[in-house]
C-alpha cells in the first residue's frame, strides 16, 4: 500500500505499556496510510492519501499536476 503522490507506506509502530515503573514489552503493530478513491479527470480513479487529499483542497490544480506523471 503506497500512495502514489506522496509515496507514503506503511510502517510500524509500538504501544508502550507503563506497570509498576516498569515498560512492558509489547507487540509491534503495523500502521497503515490513509487510502482513499478519488477521481482523476472523467474516468480515472486512483487511491491517495488522506494528506495529499487535503493538499489537493487547497491547491485545485493538486492532482491535474500530478496525473500525467502516475500514468506514463
Known amino acids: 500500500m503506497v500512495c502514489p ?3 507514503k507506506t506503511s ?6 505499556v507503563l506497570l509498576r515503573g516498569h515498560y ?3 507487540v509491534k503493530q503495523k500502521q497503515h496510510p490513509n487510502l482513499q ?3 482523476i479527470g472523467v474516468s480515472k480513479r486512483i487511491k491517495v492519501c488522506a ?3 487535503k493538499a489537493s483542497q487547497k ?3 493538486y492532482f491535474r499536476e500530478i496525473a500525467p506523471k ?3
Open 37 to 39: 478513491w478519488v477521481r
Open 5 to 7: 503522490t506522496c509515496k
Open 24 to 26: 512492558n514489552p509489547t
Open 59 to 61: 491547491n485545485s490544480n
Open 51 to 53: 494528506s495529499c487529499i
Open 11 to 16: 510502517g510500524f509502530r509500538i504501544k508502550r
Open 70 to 72: 502516475l500514468y506514463k
